[in-house]
Protein backbone atom coordinates (compact mmCIF):
# COMPACT_ATOMS: atom_id res chain seq x y z
CA UNK A 1 0.00 0.00 0.00
CA UNK A 2 1.44 3.17 -1.36
CA UNK A 3 2.69 5.62 1.78
CA UNK A 4 0.01 8.52 2.55
CA UNK A 5 1.96 11.78 3.73
CA UNK A 6 0.99 13.89 6.47
CA UNK A 7 -0.18 16.35 4.56
CA UNK A 8 -2.35 14.42 2.79
CA UNK A 9 -3.88 13.05 5.79
CA UNK A 10 -4.41 16.73 7.58
CA UNK A 11 -6.51 17.70 4.56
CA UNK A 12 -8.61 14.78 4.89
CA UNK A 13 -8.98 15.37 8.76
CA UNK A 14 -9.47 19.24 7.91
CA UNK A 15 -12.42 18.70 5.52
CA UNK A 16 -13.98 15.39 5.75
CA UNK A 17 -17.58 16.93 6.45
CA UNK A 18 -17.51 19.49 3.85
CA UNK A 19 -19.41 18.52 0.24
CA UNK A 20 -16.60 16.74 -1.26
CA UNK A 21 -17.91 18.10 -5.43
CA UNK A 22 -17.21 21.65 -4.00
CA UNK A 23 -13.47 20.47 -2.72
CA UNK A 24 -12.72 18.86 -5.92
CA UNK A 25 -13.46 22.52 -7.40
CA UNK A 26 -11.97 24.46 -4.77
CA UNK A 27 -8.90 22.58 -3.28
CA UNK A 28 -5.57 24.01 -4.03
CA UNK A 29 -3.56 21.29 -6.09
CA UNK A 30 -0.42 21.12 -3.62
CA UNK A 31 1.76 18.37 -4.83
CA UNK A 32 2.25 17.40 -0.85
CA UNK A 33 -1.42 16.06 -0.87
CA UNK A 34 -2.81 13.26 -3.54
CA UNK A 35 -6.11 15.01 -4.12
CA UNK A 36 -7.71 12.20 -5.62
CA UNK A 37 -7.34 9.53 -2.81
CA UNK A 38 -8.37 12.50 -0.31
CA UNK A 39 -11.78 12.47 -1.51
CA UNK A 40 -12.53 9.19 -1.67
CA UNK A 41 -11.51 9.02 1.99
CA UNK A 42 -13.70 12.22 2.82
CA UNK A 43 -16.69 10.50 0.57
CA UNK A 44 -16.11 6.62 1.85
CA UNK A 45 -15.87 8.23 5.81
CA UNK A 46 -19.49 10.45 5.35
CA UNK A 47 -20.64 7.28 4.25
CA UNK A 48 -19.35 5.59 7.17
CA UNK A 49 -20.92 7.88 9.35
CA UNK A 50 -24.09 6.26 9.06
CA UNK A 51 -23.34 2.90 7.34
CA UNK A 52 -20.03 2.16 9.50
CA UNK A 53 -20.57 3.87 12.64
CA UNK A 54 -17.77 2.02 14.23
CA UNK A 55 -15.46 2.28 11.40
CA UNK A 56 -15.80 5.97 11.10
CA UNK A 57 -15.14 6.39 14.62
CA UNK A 58 -11.51 4.46 14.08
CA UNK A 59 -8.26 6.50 12.71
CA UNK A 60 -6.66 6.00 9.87
CA UNK A 61 -9.00 3.37 8.52
CA UNK A 62 -9.04 3.78 4.42
CA UNK A 63 -12.14 3.45 2.58
CA UNK A 64 -12.45 1.85 -1.09
CA UNK A 65 -13.81 4.16 -4.11
CA UNK A 66 -17.73 5.07 -4.00
CA UNK A 67 -18.72 2.25 -5.34
CA UNK A 68 -17.26 -0.28 -3.19
CA UNK A 69 -18.69 1.52 -0.33
CA UNK A 70 -22.09 1.65 -1.39
CA UNK A 71 -22.08 -1.81 -1.94
CA UNK A 72 -20.66 -2.74 0.91
CA UNK A 73 -22.70 -4.59 4.25
CA UNK A 74 -23.42 -1.96 6.58
CA UNK A 75 -22.35 -2.07 10.68
CA UNK A 76 -25.91 -3.11 11.14
CA UNK A 77 -26.24 -6.56 9.03
CA UNK A 78 -22.96 -7.40 9.33
CA UNK A 79 -23.54 -7.44 13.67
CA UNK A 80 -26.90 -9.60 12.40
CA UNK A 81 -24.28 -11.75 10.54
CA UNK A 82 -22.02 -12.28 13.95
CA UNK A 83 -25.60 -12.96 16.16
CA UNK A 84 -26.14 -15.48 13.39
CA UNK A 85 -23.06 -17.17 13.65
CA UNK A 86 -23.04 -16.70 17.58
CA UNK A 87 -26.75 -18.71 17.70
CA UNK A 88 -25.41 -21.60 15.20
CA UNK A 89 -22.29 -22.54 17.12
CA UNK A 90 -22.75 -21.87 20.65
CA UNK A 91 -21.98 -25.36 22.05
CA UNK A 92 -19.90 -25.98 19.19
CA UNK A 93 -16.55 -23.95 20.56
CA UNK A 94 -16.64 -26.04 23.56
CA UNK A 95 -16.09 -29.14 21.86
CA UNK A 96 -13.68 -27.42 19.52
CA UNK A 97 -11.63 -26.22 23.06
CA UNK A 98 -11.56 -29.17 23.85
CA UNK A 99 -10.30 -31.00 21.02
CA UNK A 100 -6.94 -28.39 21.77
CA UNK A 101 -7.45 -27.04 17.98
CA UNK A 102 -8.43 -23.43 17.00
CA UNK A 103 -11.92 -22.22 16.06
CA UNK A 104 -11.41 -21.07 12.45
CA UNK A 105 -13.74 -18.64 10.45
CA UNK A 106 -13.05 -18.39 6.81
CA UNK A 107 -14.47 -15.68 4.50
CA UNK A 108 -13.29 -16.34 1.07
CA UNK A 109 -14.90 -13.64 -1.18
CA UNK A 110 -12.99 -11.44 1.80
CA UNK A 111 -13.98 -7.96 -0.57
CA UNK A 112 -13.52 -4.31 1.81
CA UNK A 113 -13.87 -6.67 4.53
CA UNK A 114 -16.91 -5.35 6.77
CA UNK A 115 -18.80 -8.68 7.33
CA UNK A 116 -15.54 -10.48 7.83
CA UNK A 117 -14.47 -7.41 10.72
CA UNK A 118 -17.76 -8.44 12.60
CA UNK A 119 -18.42 -12.05 12.22
CA UNK A 120 -14.81 -13.14 13.07
CA UNK A 121 -14.32 -11.95 16.27
CA UNK A 122 -15.69 -14.85 18.23
CA UNK A 123 -13.55 -16.93 16.71
CA UNK A 124 -9.75 -17.75 17.55
CA UNK A 125 -8.25 -18.17 13.87
CA UNK A 126 -9.55 -15.57 11.09
CA UNK A 127 -8.71 -16.14 7.44
CA UNK A 128 -9.65 -13.25 4.93
CA UNK A 129 -9.31 -14.71 1.25
CA UNK A 130 -9.48 -12.46 -1.17
CA UNK A 131 -8.47 -12.11 -5.23
CA UNK A 132 -7.87 -8.33 -5.65
CA UNK A 133 -4.17 -7.94 -4.47
CA UNK A 134 -4.90 -4.23 -3.60
CA UNK A 135 -8.24 -5.38 -1.70
CA UNK A 136 -6.06 -7.13 0.72
CA UNK A 137 -3.73 -4.47 1.44
CA UNK A 138 -6.60 -2.57 2.43
CA UNK A 139 -8.18 -4.90 4.59
CA UNK A 140 -4.44 -5.50 6.28
CA UNK A 141 -4.14 -2.08 6.97
CA UNK A 142 -7.58 -1.51 8.25
CA UNK A 143 -7.87 -4.66 10.47
CA UNK A 144 -4.15 -3.39 11.83
CA UNK A 145 -6.32 -0.01 13.16
CA UNK A 146 -9.36 -2.31 14.31
CA UNK A 147 -6.69 -4.28 16.67
CA UNK A 148 -8.51 -7.44 14.72
CA UNK A 149 -5.75 -10.02 14.41
CA UNK A 150 -5.93 -11.68 10.71
CA UNK A 151 -4.34 -13.77 8.40
CA UNK A 152 -4.66 -12.27 4.76
CA UNK A 153 -4.47 -14.73 2.09
CA UNK A 154 -4.53 -12.59 -1.76
CA UNK A 155 -5.82 -16.21 -3.29
CA UNK A 156 -8.82 -17.88 -5.19
CA UNK A 157 -11.63 -18.65 -3.46
CA UNK A 158 -11.72 -22.38 -4.83
CA UNK A 159 -7.93 -22.60 -4.75
CA UNK A 160 -8.25 -21.86 -0.66
CA UNK A 161 -11.32 -23.97 -0.62
CA UNK A 162 -9.32 -26.82 -1.79
CA UNK A 163 -6.11 -26.30 -0.01
CA UNK A 164 -7.31 -26.14 3.73
CA UNK A 165 -8.72 -28.96 5.39
CA UNK A 166 -11.14 -27.98 8.09
CA UNK A 167 -12.95 -24.79 9.27
CA UNK A 168 -15.80 -24.05 11.61
CA UNK A 169 -17.59 -21.68 9.69
CA UNK A 170 -17.14 -20.49 5.77
CA UNK A 171 -18.83 -17.50 4.47
CA UNK A 172 -19.18 -16.48 0.96
CA UNK A 173 -20.34 -13.17 -0.76
CA UNK A 174 -20.08 -14.07 -4.59
CA UNK A 175 -19.92 -11.12 -6.46
CA UNK A 176 -22.96 -9.96 -8.71
CA UNK A 177 -21.52 -8.32 -11.46
CA UNK A 178 -20.79 -9.87 -14.85
CA UNK A 179 -16.92 -9.24 -17.13
CA UNK A 180 -19.44 -6.29 -18.39
CA UNK A 181 -20.23 -5.00 -15.45
CA UNK A 182 -24.06 -5.98 -15.58
CA UNK A 183 -25.97 -7.08 -12.86
CA UNK A 184 -26.23 -10.98 -12.48
CA UNK A 185 -28.81 -12.81 -10.05
CA UNK A 186 -28.59 -16.32 -10.01
CA UNK A 187 -26.37 -18.28 -7.60
CA UNK A 188 -24.90 -19.82 -10.61
CA UNK A 189 -24.18 -16.64 -12.24
CA UNK A 190 -22.02 -14.94 -9.66
CA UNK A 191 -18.41 -15.21 -8.99
CA UNK A 192 -17.29 -17.54 -7.49
CA UNK A 193 -20.31 -20.00 -8.68
CA UNK A 194 -20.96 -21.25 -4.97
CA UNK A 195 -22.75 -24.45 -6.43
CA UNK A 196 -19.87 -25.89 -7.77
CA UNK A 197 -18.37 -25.43 -4.51
CA UNK A 198 -21.47 -26.48 -2.26
CA UNK A 199 -20.24 -30.39 -1.83
CA UNK A 200 -16.68 -29.24 -0.83
CA UNK A 201 -17.95 -26.31 2.05
CA UNK A 202 -20.60 -28.86 3.51
CA UNK A 203 -17.77 -31.43 3.92
CA UNK A 204 -15.32 -29.08 5.32
CA UNK A 205 -16.98 -26.79 7.89
CA UNK A 206 -19.88 -27.21 10.47
CA UNK A 207 -21.69 -24.26 9.11
CA UNK A 208 -21.56 -22.08 6.10
CA UNK A 209 -23.25 -18.16 5.11
CA UNK A 210 -23.68 -17.11 1.85
CA UNK A 211 -25.14 -13.51 1.63
CA UNK A 212 -26.98 -13.31 -1.52
CA UNK A 213 -29.09 -10.67 -3.38
CA UNK A 214 -32.36 -9.75 -2.36
CA UNK A 215 -33.81 -9.94 -5.80
CA UNK A 216 -33.37 -13.83 -5.81
CA UNK A 217 -36.10 -15.78 -5.09
CA UNK A 218 -35.68 -17.67 -1.78
CA UNK A 219 -37.46 -20.79 -3.26
CA UNK A 220 -35.00 -21.22 -6.25
CA UNK A 221 -31.83 -20.92 -3.88
CA UNK A 222 -33.41 -23.85 -1.63
CA UNK A 223 -33.80 -25.80 -4.98
CA UNK A 224 -30.40 -25.19 -6.26
CA UNK A 225 -28.86 -25.42 -3.15
CA UNK A 226 -30.17 -29.10 -2.51
CA UNK A 227 -29.81 -30.29 -6.57
CA UNK A 228 -26.05 -29.04 -5.84
CA UNK A 229 -25.25 -31.63 -3.62
CA UNK A 230 -24.92 -34.83 -4.95
CA UNK A 231 -24.09 -37.01 -1.87
CA UNK A 232 -27.95 -37.69 -1.27
CA UNK A 233 -27.71 -37.38 2.49
CA UNK A 234 -30.33 -35.20 4.10
CA UNK A 235 -27.97 -34.26 7.51
CA UNK A 236 -27.90 -30.55 6.83
CA UNK A 237 -30.48 -27.52 8.23
CA UNK A 238 -30.93 -24.45 5.95
CA UNK A 239 -31.89 -21.08 6.98
CA UNK A 240 -32.98 -18.46 4.52
CA UNK A 241 -32.66 -15.02 6.74
CA UNK A 242 -34.55 -12.18 4.49
CA UNK A 243 -32.74 -8.82 6.07
CA UNK A 244 -34.43 -5.81 5.91
CA UNK A 245 -32.76 -2.77 7.44
CA UNK A 246 -36.02 0.08 7.93
CA UNK A 247 -38.08 -1.65 5.94
CA UNK A 248 -35.53 -2.06 2.86
CA UNK A 249 -35.21 -5.27 1.68
CA UNK A 250 -31.02 -6.09 2.09
CA UNK A 251 -29.93 -9.37 1.67
CA UNK A 252 -30.81 -13.10 1.70
CA UNK A 253 -28.69 -14.75 4.20
CA UNK A 254 -28.58 -18.63 3.71
CA UNK A 255 -27.82 -20.18 6.42
CA UNK A 256 -26.26 -24.09 6.28
CA UNK A 257 -25.84 -26.33 9.39
CA UNK A 258 -24.46 -29.86 8.31
CA UNK A 259 -25.33 -33.30 10.56
CA UNK A 260 -28.12 -31.56 12.54
CA UNK A 261 -29.84 -34.47 13.03
CA UNK A 262 -31.95 -33.48 16.14
CA UNK A 263 -33.49 -31.11 13.48
CA UNK A 264 -37.09 -32.38 12.12
CA UNK A 265 -37.41 -29.14 9.64
CA UNK A 266 -35.07 -28.82 6.68
CA UNK A 267 -35.40 -25.98 6.20
CA UNK A 268 -36.50 -22.49 8.08
CA UNK A 269 -37.82 -19.02 6.77
CA UNK A 270 -36.34 -16.12 9.27
CA UNK A 271 -37.97 -12.58 7.88
CA UNK A 272 -36.15 -9.96 10.15
CA UNK A 273 -36.63 -6.12 9.88
CA UNK A 274 -33.84 -3.93 11.62
CA UNK A 275 -34.26 -0.66 12.55
CA UNK A 276 -31.39 1.62 12.41
CA UNK A 277 -32.55 3.64 15.95
CA UNK A 278 -32.85 0.42 17.62
CA UNK A 279 -35.02 -2.69 17.79
CA UNK A 280 -36.25 -5.22 15.51
CA UNK A 281 -39.06 -7.17 14.10
CA UNK A 282 -38.63 -11.27 13.39
CA UNK A 283 -41.23 -13.24 12.00
CA UNK A 284 -40.24 -17.12 11.33
CA UNK A 285 -41.62 -20.21 9.65
CA UNK A 286 -41.36 -23.11 8.45
CA UNK A 287 -42.56 -23.56 5.25
CA UNK A 288 -44.36 -26.30 3.63
CA UNK A 289 -43.26 -28.67 1.37
CA UNK A 290 -45.57 -27.91 -1.35
CA UNK A 291 -44.33 -24.35 -0.84
CA UNK A 292 -40.64 -25.03 -1.39
CA UNK A 293 -41.10 -24.92 -5.45
CA UNK A 294 -40.20 -21.90 -6.95
CA UNK A 295 -43.19 -20.21 -8.30
CA UNK A 296 -45.10 -16.71 -7.46
CA UNK A 297 -46.38 -17.11 -3.80
CA UNK A 298 -50.71 -16.75 -3.33
CA UNK A 299 -53.23 -17.01 -0.81
CA UNK A 300 -55.00 -20.63 -0.22
CA UNK A 301 -57.48 -19.38 2.23
CA UNK A 302 -61.33 -19.53 0.89
CA UNK A 303 -62.61 -16.82 -0.77
CA UNK A 304 -65.66 -16.28 2.33
CA UNK A 305 -62.23 -15.17 4.51
CA UNK A 306 -61.14 -12.83 1.25
CA UNK A 307 -64.07 -10.72 1.55
CA UNK A 308 -64.04 -7.60 3.95
CA UNK A 309 -66.41 -5.18 1.99
CA UNK A 310 -67.34 -1.23 2.96
CA UNK A 311 -70.27 -0.43 4.45
CA UNK A 312 -71.33 3.03 5.01
CA UNK A 313 -67.52 4.74 4.55
CA UNK A 314 -65.96 1.92 6.69
CA UNK A 315 -64.99 -1.71 5.47
CA UNK A 316 -68.01 -3.29 7.60
CA UNK A 317 -66.85 -5.12 10.97
CA UNK A 318 -62.48 -4.14 10.67
CA UNK A 319 -60.93 -1.58 12.04
CA UNK A 320 -57.40 -1.91 12.04
CA UNK A 321 -55.14 -2.62 8.63
CA UNK A 322 -51.73 -4.03 8.44
CA UNK A 323 -49.01 -3.94 5.78
CA UNK A 324 -46.26 -6.56 5.95
CA UNK A 325 -42.64 -5.22 6.42
CA UNK A 326 -40.80 -5.82 3.33
CA UNK A 327 -38.85 -9.07 4.72
CA UNK A 328 -42.28 -10.70 4.97
CA UNK A 329 -43.57 -9.29 1.71
CA UNK A 330 -40.25 -10.45 -0.03
CA UNK A 331 -41.14 -14.13 1.73
CA UNK A 332 -44.41 -14.11 -0.05
CA UNK A 333 -45.48 -16.37 3.62
CA UNK A 334 -48.84 -14.70 3.57
CA UNK A 335 -51.29 -17.68 4.78
CA UNK A 336 -48.87 -18.25 7.80
CA UNK A 337 -49.18 -14.61 8.39
CA UNK A 338 -52.98 -14.68 8.44
CA UNK A 339 -53.28 -17.41 10.68
CA UNK A 340 -50.92 -16.83 13.14
CA UNK A 341 -52.25 -13.06 13.66
CA UNK A 342 -55.97 -13.61 13.32
CA UNK A 343 -56.03 -10.99 9.87
CA UNK A 344 -57.90 -11.26 6.78
CA UNK A 345 -56.22 -10.56 3.75
CA UNK A 346 -58.43 -7.79 1.46
CA UNK A 347 -57.93 -9.71 -1.60
CA UNK A 348 -55.61 -12.37 -3.45
CA UNK A 349 -52.73 -9.58 -4.52
CA UNK A 350 -53.28 -7.09 -2.78
CA UNK A 351 -50.96 -7.95 0.28
CA UNK A 352 -53.07 -5.52 2.92
CA UNK A 353 -54.65 -7.18 6.07
CA UNK A 354 -57.98 -6.12 8.42
CA UNK A 355 -58.36 -7.07 11.35
CA UNK A 356 -61.09 -5.97 14.68
CA UNK A 357 -58.56 -6.40 17.06
CA UNK A 358 -54.91 -4.56 17.37
CA UNK A 359 -51.97 -6.65 16.97
CA UNK A 360 -49.41 -5.39 18.32
CA UNK A 361 -46.54 -8.09 16.96
CA UNK A 362 -47.58 -7.76 13.49
CA UNK A 363 -44.48 -7.69 11.56
CA UNK A 364 -44.76 -4.05 9.74
CA UNK A 365 -46.93 -1.11 9.89
CA UNK A 366 -50.52 -0.61 11.79
CA UNK A 367 -53.22 1.57 11.31
CA UNK A 368 -56.56 2.45 12.59
CA UNK A 369 -58.91 2.14 9.60
CA UNK A 370 -60.61 6.11 9.71
CA UNK A 371 -63.06 5.48 6.77
CA UNK A 372 -63.02 3.92 3.37
CA UNK A 373 -64.16 5.23 0.53
CA UNK A 374 -65.15 3.96 -3.27
CA UNK A 375 -63.50 5.90 -6.02
CA UNK A 376 -67.35 7.30 -7.19
CA UNK A 377 -66.96 11.40 -7.25
CA UNK A 378 -69.16 12.31 -4.84
CA UNK A 379 -68.40 9.52 -2.26
CA UNK A 380 -64.42 10.92 -2.84
CA UNK A 381 -65.24 14.43 -1.88
CA UNK A 382 -67.20 13.66 1.13
CA UNK A 383 -64.26 11.30 2.80
CA UNK A 384 -61.34 13.91 1.84
CA UNK A 385 -63.27 17.13 2.86
CA UNK A 386 -61.20 17.82 5.63
CA UNK A 387 -57.78 16.21 3.94
CA UNK A 388 -55.33 18.23 2.35
CA UNK A 389 -52.00 16.26 2.72
CA UNK A 390 -51.53 12.37 3.08
CA UNK A 391 -48.90 9.45 2.54
CA UNK A 392 -50.39 7.46 -0.26
CA UNK A 393 -49.66 4.18 -1.17
CA UNK A 394 -50.91 2.14 -4.14
CA UNK A 395 -51.24 -1.67 -3.97
CA UNK A 396 -52.90 -3.71 -6.65
CA UNK A 397 -54.27 -0.41 -8.06
CA UNK A 398 -54.34 0.89 -11.81
CA UNK A 399 -52.90 4.21 -10.91
CA UNK A 400 -49.56 5.27 -9.37
CA UNK A 401 -48.95 6.97 -7.02
CA UNK A 402 -48.08 10.36 -8.56
CA UNK A 403 -51.45 9.85 -10.46
CA UNK A 404 -53.42 9.69 -7.90
CA UNK A 405 -51.85 12.32 -5.75
CA UNK A 406 -52.66 14.36 -9.19
CA UNK A 407 -56.19 13.45 -9.01
CA UNK A 408 -56.91 14.02 -5.41
CA UNK A 409 -55.64 17.20 -5.47
CA UNK A 410 -53.45 16.18 -2.44
CA UNK A 411 -49.93 17.41 -0.77
CA UNK A 412 -47.83 14.79 0.53
CA UNK A 413 -46.80 14.05 4.29
CA UNK A 414 -48.56 14.31 7.21
CA UNK A 415 -50.41 11.75 9.78
CA UNK A 416 -53.09 10.54 7.36
CA UNK A 417 -52.37 7.64 5.25
CA UNK A 418 -54.39 6.71 2.02
CA UNK A 419 -54.16 3.05 0.88
CA UNK A 420 -55.32 2.80 -2.59
CA UNK A 421 -56.31 -0.85 -3.26
CA UNK A 422 -58.28 -3.37 -4.59
CA UNK A 423 -61.16 -5.82 -2.89
CA UNK A 424 -61.85 -9.55 -2.85
CA UNK A 425 -64.75 -8.68 -5.71
CA UNK A 426 -62.66 -5.93 -8.05
CA UNK A 427 -63.61 -3.06 -6.45
CA UNK A 428 -61.12 0.03 -6.05
CA UNK A 429 -61.09 1.77 -3.02
CA UNK A 430 -59.31 3.91 -0.46
CA UNK A 431 -58.31 3.11 3.25
CA UNK A 432 -57.92 6.17 4.95
CA UNK A 433 -56.21 5.35 7.91
CA UNK A 434 -53.63 6.77 11.14
CA UNK A 435 -50.41 5.10 11.68
CA UNK A 436 -50.43 3.40 15.23
CA UNK A 437 -46.89 2.21 14.96
Not at 307 to 327: I, T
Not at 366 to 394: P, Q, W, Y
Amino acid sequence: MEHISEATRLFIHEHRTEDVRQLALQASRSADINLSFALDQIAGWQTARTKLPSWAATDRIIYPPHLSMEQCSSELTARYKEKVIAANLPLHRETVLSCNRPHVFVDLTGGFGVDFSFMSRSFDQRIYVEREEHLCEIAHHNFSCLNLDATIKNDESTAFLHAISQAECFFLDPARRNEHGGRTYGIADCTPNVLEMWEELLSKAELVLLKLSPMLDWRKVVKDLREADKRGTQSWYLEIHIVSVDNECKELLVVCKEGVKEVKEEVKLVCINIFSKGGEERFEVIPQPSSLSPQPSALSLQPSALSPQPSQGRLEGFSYLYEPNASVMKAGCFDELAKRFGVHPLAQNSHLFVANHSCADFPGRHFEIVRCSSMNKKELGRSLTDITCANITVRNFPMTVAALRKRLKLKDGGDIYIFATTLAQGEHVLIIAKKTK
